[in-house]
């Protein structure tokens, strides 16, 4: 979907499971990568599905989102991220990492 003749919304979509000691490496390379569609003129969201991790990433994932309106977290048991973690992006295309 495009917005006036540049602007495009991008939902990207990111499955996390136990990553709680590369959280904070992944947040600094989202923010960088975020900041940098926005200045091509692309309203972005990431979309980090937890998929029933048994560590701390989740708690770590909702700080992280503190202050970051771009950041959603969701958390599914693994087979019911897989299922509906689609339907939740603002924009016609989305980016399956």
């Given at each position: 979907?495009?917005?006036?003749?540049?602007?495009?919304?991008?939902?990207?979509?990111?499955?996390?499971?136990?990553?709680?000691?590369?959280?904070?490496?992944?947040?600094?390379?989202?923010?960088k990568a975020v900041a940098d569609l926005g200045t091509q003129?692309?309203?972005?969201?990431?979309?980090?599905?937890?998929?029933?991790?048994?560590?701390?990433?989740?708690?770590?994932?909702?700080?992280?989102?503190?202050?970051r309106p771009w950041l959603r977290i969701i958390r599914f048991?693994?087979?019911?991220?897989?299922?509906?973690?689609?339907?939740?992006?603002?924009?016609?295309?989305?980016?399956?990492?």
């Amino acid at each position: 979907m495009r917005l006036g003749l540049n602007r495009m919304q991008l939902s990207i979509v990111i499955p996390c499971y136990n990553e709680a000691e590369t959280i904070d490496r992944l947040v600094g390379v989202l923010d960088k990568a975020v900041a940098d569609l926005g200045t091509q003129g692309h309203d972005t969201e990431l979309i980090v599905v937890d998929d029933g991790s048994s560590d701390t990433s989740f708690e770590k994932l909702e700080r992280a989102a503190q202050g970051r309106p771009w950041l959603r977290i969701i958390r599914f048991g693994a087979t019911t991220a897989r299922l509906r973690r689609w339907p939740r992006g603002f924009g016609p295309r989305q980016v399956r990492c």
